[in-house]
Structures are given as C-alpha cells and as structure tokens.
C-alpha cells in the first residue's frame, strides 16, 4: 500500500463526488453520460411514416430534414446521411481527398475522424490541440506546415513522406468550437480545405456563427449519444452548391436521374438516411434549442459547484463561441494526475458514469504508424479530462 499517495488522493476523489452530487442530486439508480431524450413529435411523425410506408430511402422528412440541418448550420445545403462516419468520409471525397493523401486533423477525438480518411485510402496525419479549445490547435498547424510542407502548383506536399496534404480537419470537442479563424487563415496559406467534424458540435457557436458551417464543408452526427438523435445518422452541410449536388449523388449511388433507367455514372454509396429516421431526425431539431438551454443550465450548476475547487475546474469554451454543452469536461489539476482513475471509479460507483477521453489516436494500434507532429498538449490533457453526466434533462426545471 502506498499509504501516502492514497490519503492524499483519496480526500479529492471525495471531494470531486461530493461536487458531482451537489449538481445532479443523490441518485438511487444510475446517472448515463448522455441520454437520447424523446420529447416532442417523434411518435407522430415515425408513425406517419409506418402508416405511409414511406419508411426507407426517399420520403418527404429526408427533405424537411435536410432543409432544416442546413438552416440550423448556417449553411445554403443539407445532404442527411447513415451516419456522421459516412458524412465525413463523403466530405473529405468531394473536396477531392484521394488514395495516398494526408489528412491533418486532431489525435484527441474520436476514431471515426480518422477512419473516414483510411476509407478512402488516405493517410491521418496528427496534429496537436489547443488548451484553450481542447481542439485542434492553429499554431501546432502553422509550425506543422511549416516543418514539412511545400506549396506546389499541384498541391501542398509533405516533404518527408512525399505525400500531397489534401485537408485539414478540425474537430470542435464535446461541442466546444476550435479558433476556426486562425485554422482558415493557415490553411488558405497553404492552400487546403478545411473540413469541420461538427459530429459533436450541433447548436454550437463561433463569432455568433453555427458550427459546421464554418469551413468548406462539414459533418454532423446523430447518433445515440450526440446532443439530437436520428437512432443513428448523420448530414453533411455546406454553402458551396457543386460540393452539396455531388455529395447528394454520390450518397445515393450516383444513379442519373431518370424515369426508369439504371445508369450511375460513378461508383457509389448507399449512405441515404432512411425517411424513419429522418422523421426522427425533424421531431428532434425541433427540440434543440430547449435541449441548448437545459445544457447550459446543466453546466452553470458544474461550474458553480466547482467553484473554489482546487483538484479540478469546469472546462469553459472561449468568450467569442458558444458549446452546445454536448459533454461536460472536468479538468484536474496537473497535480492531481494520479488520482484520475481513482475519480473515476468513485465517480461510476456513485452511480455518476464518467469516463476519460478517447484513446489518443497516434497511440492506438492501428494508427501508431501515422505521421504526427509534437502531441504534448493532448498527451497532456489526455491524463486530465473526466467528462461527467452530460444530458439535458439534468438541467431542466431549475
Ligand atoms: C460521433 C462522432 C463521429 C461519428 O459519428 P457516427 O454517427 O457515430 O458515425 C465522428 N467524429 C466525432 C468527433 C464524433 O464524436
């Protein structure tokens, strides 16, 4: 027994539970991370669906749906799609990322950033992140690009591995928007288009401007566990009309329009979002700017109940955005590294789920031979985050 160490830590873990508690109250049962929450007419609209038969690939909510995404996005067009994987995949694809290329992007998300790159034959190259965004960092960027780049007529390319760098992909983590300004402004430098991973980011704000509709083009998730769900699902957004069309086309087996003939012009995907799911998907945007207060709501309670706390603090977006709130990140202090598995456990015993952040990408086994920049920053905040119960209803009627 290292007695010492565990006294020591063992008063924080307490306190850290006590904290939690005062927010969310004593639960007799189990407190889930993030919660699909059902609130509005989304009985009516799947039954509709089920009465019509309207239940698969076309129907009347996959328009309303994307019509709806696209103005909630700031953006001229909505393409809506299985799921967010799918929609950064066809994203990358139509800002023409090819086999061979590299793809800038964060190792502190989630897997599927990564793999929509692998999917279409390129090559994930890691970046670091910000402390002030917990996202992908524009000065780790510009010294990255400034290492190994060359712009050449033909494109930009990284001189150690000789592969042509073919987009940048910020993601806006737990909902928190990255410094997207300073991002674009390295990037049009080099001449790279900028993909948003909004997966996570619905109803967040940077500037008074939505996310995904920042870049070029960007990707949103509805799965289960993101701030509005489809079951599962996800849209692609942007205001270029060539990008929307061909994301469109190639998201439902690039078949050319016609009355009865099967000609497609390239190899597809079927990635269309079922009707079923899209009369989900128009129930829940309807609800989203309920679910942004009660979030917000959920994270003034964490911060006033961590105030004065000296083993961790509340993450808080920068002054110029708004996070939608998607998940609430604690922070220890660097002093209390140690004691984050033993927060953790107590934590998931109280009954409050709480995990860590994902896996570093670069150190994940399947990745571990990426090209990557200095990581210092997330291999940093990777022994610090503890993401609490996040959902909604918690910060209703209050
Ligand atoms: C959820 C998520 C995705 C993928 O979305 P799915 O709908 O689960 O395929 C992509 N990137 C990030 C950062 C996510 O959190």
């Given at each position: 027994m290292t007695e010492s160490i565990s006294a020591g830590s063992d008063a924080t873990v307490q306190e850290i539970v006590a904290r939690v508690r005062a927010v969310i109250g004593q639960e007799s049962g189990f407190v889930p991370l993030h919660e699909p929450e059902f609130h509005g007419e989304e009985w009516a609209l799947v039954k509709?669906?089920?009465?019509?038969?309207?239940v698969s690939s076309v129907g009347k909510y996959v328009d309303q749906f994307e019509t709806e995404i696209a103005r909630i996005s700031g953006a001229k067009y909505g393409v809506a799609v299985v799921n967010g994987t799918a929609a950064l995949e066809i994203c990358l694809k139509v800002v023409g990322v090819e086999r061979e290329d590299e793809v800038l992007m964060p190792s502190l998300t989630f897997v599927a950033t990564a793999n929509a790159a692998s999917h279409l034959g390129a090559v994930p190259h890691f970046i670091d992140c910000s402390y002030k965004t917990l996202g992908l960092s524009a000065?780790?960027?510009?010294?990255?690009?400034?290492?190994i780049a060359e712009l050449r007529p033909e494109g930009t390319f990284n001189l150690e591995t000789g592969r042509r760098i073919s987009a940048i992909v910020p993601m806006h983590a737990f909902g928190v928007p990255v410094d997207i300004d300073d991002i674009l402004a390295v990037a049009e430098r080099y001449n790279i288009p900028v993909?948003?991973?909004a997966a996570e980011s619905l109803g967040?704000?940077?500037?008074?401007?939505p996310c995904?509709?920042?870049g070029r083009i960007g990707a949103?998730?509805?799965?289960?566990?993101?701030i509005l769900t489809t079951g599962g699902?996800?849209?692609i957004v942007t205001n270029d009309e060539a990008l929307a069309k061909r994301a469109k086309h190639l998201t439902t087996t690039a078949k050319i329009p016609h009355k009865w003939a099967f000609e497609h012009d390239e190899i597809g995907y079927n990635y269309r979002m079922p009707n079923i799911n899209a009369a989900l998907g128009v129930a829940q945007l309807r609800q989203l700017n309920v679910r942004l207060e009660q979030k917000q709501n959920l994270f003034s309670k964490y911060v006033a109940a961590f105030a004065g706390c000296e083993a961790a603090r509340v993450f808080e977006a920068p002054d110029h955005t708004s996070s939608n709130n998607w998940l609430?990140?604690?922070?220890?202090?660097?002093?209390?590294?140690?004691?984050?598995?033993a927060v953790l456990t107590a934590l998931n015993d109280a009954g409050y789920m709480s995990r860590p952040i994902w896996n570093l990408l670069h150190r994940q086994k399947i990745y571990e031979a990426c090209p990557h920049g200095d990581l210092s920053v997330c291999e940093d905040l990777e022994k610090r985050i503890i993401n609490v119960p996040s959902s909604a209803k918690l910060g209703a009627n209050s």
């Open positions: 509709d669906c089920i009465d019509s038969g309207w000065e780790a960027l510009e010294l990255r690009l400034a290492q993909i948003e991973d967040s704000t940077y500037k008074g401007k995904g509709g920042l949103i998730s509805f799965n289960g566990n993101k699902g996800g849209a609430i990140a604690l922070i220890l202090d660097a002093s209390e590294i140690v004691s984050r598995d």
